[in-house]
């Protein structure tokens, strides 16, 4: 698996893949995961994309192969999580005269993809959210708490992988998601060390992406929930007043995990929306 190496900084992982014709320099695709998860959740989209795209699946600092190696105190922030992003795009065009990318990210992911699309304009060709707060509201702090006084305190006195178990049934998927799913998801979520985990949640949960928003130039789609628990209404309308140049479909759920309950229509929806901005196909002819 590649690794972007940089001096005084920790090393990023990212998986590639790519059944593209090796003719066609196919553009890059990012596909950036969200709190506390890595970018093997993204596996269930990788068959839909990659055959059109070069889809490259970062793992944010600290999660997944990604290096922990830095200050978590002081160098987990949001500044550093989008110069991460911007370098991986930098070192995947360092042979190519084309340096934008396609970004899609998930719940917090997006988050980072709507601060890079505003302050990096020329990296991101288009930018697809899915599930993607503009901010951690006080009704999703409230459920994450489990009935303790913090969502930390939830976390210290369960468990990490008790904490998402117990999560994952309150927000992120519908009674009937299926029970194999939900235990690989846990066992996935609690590969990741939960100091970084915590380190990431603390930092997401104090920021807000709405001053980024009337700076994003590039075009949007948002995949949604219909009655999403954390994208609510409220921040819907923030998301469609603010961005200029946005599309939003909806998934029919009332819970989070759209990325997971629905991979097939959410990933279709991405390809023909990354396509029709490159002109080019994206089915056999």
Excluded at 104 to 130: D, F, W, Y
Excluded at 237 to 247: D, E, F, G, V
Aim: proline residues 7%; glycine residues 8%.
């Amino acid at each position: 698996m590649p690794f972007l190496k940089r001096p005084g900084q920790p090393d990023l992982h990212y998986a590639l893949d790519d059944y593209t014709d090796p003719w066609r320099n196919a553009p890059y695709l990012i596909l950036q995961h969200g709190f506390g998860r890595s970018g093997r959740f993204w596996y269930s989209w990788v068959p839909y994309l990659a055959r059109f795209y070069k889809v490259v699946r970062p793992d944010i600092r600290g999660l997944g192969q990604s290096s922990a190696d830095f200050d978590l105190a002081t160098a987990f922030t949001l500044d550093n999580c989008v110069a991460d992003v911007a370098a991986i795009i930098d070192h995947l065009g360092a042979d190519s005269s084309s340096r934008s990318v396609h970004f899609a990210g998930e719940s917090m992911g997006g988050i980072l993809g709507m601060v890079l699309a505003a302050t990096h304009p020329a990296k991101v060709r288009t930018l697809t959210l899915v599930s993607s707060p503009v901010f951690i509201g006080s009704a999703t702090k409230q459920s994450y708490s489990l009935g303790y006084a913090s969502q930390e305190e939830a976390q210290q006195k369960m468990g990490m992988q008790a904490w998402v178990a117990a999560t994952n049934r309150t927000t992120r998927f519908p009674p009937s998601a299926d029970p194999g799913l939900l235990a690989w998801y846990e066992e996935e979520f609690a590969r990741n060390r939960p100091e970084v985990q915590k380190a990431m949640g603390d930092l997401f949960h104090g920021i807000s992406a709405e001053p980024y928003l009337p700076k994003i130039e590039a075009p949007v789609l948002g995949l949604y929930p219909t009655d999403g628990p954390i994208t609510t209404a409220d921040q819907e309308a923030i998301l469609t007043s603010k961005i200029r140049n946005m599309r939003m479909v909806h998934m029919p759920s009332s819970f989070h995990k759209v990325q997971l309950v629905f991979p097939a229509a959410c990933a279709t929806h991405l390809l023909h929306f990354a396509a029709q901005h490159d002109g080019i196909p994206c089915r056999e002819s």
